[in-house]
């Protein structure tokens, strides 16, 4: 399982956009880049799913280079209910098998 | 559409007691789950994961269990709680392209 590399914490203040970058530098072929948001006392949910290039939802974008070795996750114009707990993990898709390793992540506070 | 339930919501057990928390996954067929640990302030830990009925796998040795008695239940039981045993249990599912579904989590509180 590729181990990933975020920061552990964050401030921004609110409208400002923000970036958060995971390093993944042994990611194999067949792995999958996903981001997870938590908010305290509630299960993870998923933010956004990318291969590589760039992908972009109603929530965020997701940045991957050419060797994705890394990925940012961009949160446009955040705002205090954004303040939660991010994970950056990797792995490969398929019904057999999804384990995934979740890191400590990274804490974004939203300063007003 | 898929759902995932997971029961309590908040627990207090004291010492030495058992425990059995319960997950149950609607909308999906033999789906692959996981039980993960997460202490105050830390990461998320996996705990257990099946891969079918009677299938468990565990990734790290303690005074816990699984058991995945159906398709789409799946059990964390312990005989006699631990203080180390508290924390937030979260029961996931998965079975598509996108990773993890959660439950709510069960806040386990020994005493």
């Known amino acids: 399982l590729a181990k990933t590399t975020q920061p552990i914490s964050m401030d921004s203040y609110e409208g400002q956009e923000v970036n958060i970058t995971c390093s993944h530098n042994?990611?194999?072929?067949?792995?999958?880049i996903t981001w997870y948001q938590q908010f305290p006392s509630q299960g993870p949910r998923f933010i956004i799913q990318g291969y590589k290039t760039k992908v972009t939802n109603e929530v965020a974008s997701l940045f991957i280079p050419a060797d994705r070795k890394s990925s940012t996750l961009s949160l446009p114009r955040v705002s205090l209910s954004d303040t939660a707990v991010y994970y950056c993990l990797v792995g490969s898709r398929g019904a057999g098998s999804y384990q995934l390793t979740f890191g400590k992540g990274t804490k974004l506070s939203v300063i007003p | 559409s898929q759902t995932i339930h997971q029961w309590p919501a908040t627990l207090v057990q004291p010492v030495g007691s058992p425990l059995s928390l319960e997950c149950t996954v609607e909308g999906t067929s033999n789906p692959n789950l996981y039980w993960y640990r997460q202490a105050a302030g830390r990461g998320l830990q996996l705990l257990f994961y099946s891969v079918g009925i009677g299938q468990i796998s565990s990734e790290v040795p303690q005074n816990l269990s699984a058991s995945r008695p159906q398709d789409r239940q799946f059990i964390l039981s312990s005989k006699k709680l631990l203080l180390s045993d508290s924390g937030f249990y979260l029961c996931a599912w998965s079975g598509g392209g996108y990773g993890y579904t959660f439950g709510s989590g069960t806040r386990l509180t020994v005493v």
């Open positions: 042994n990611i194999a072929t067949n792995d999958y």
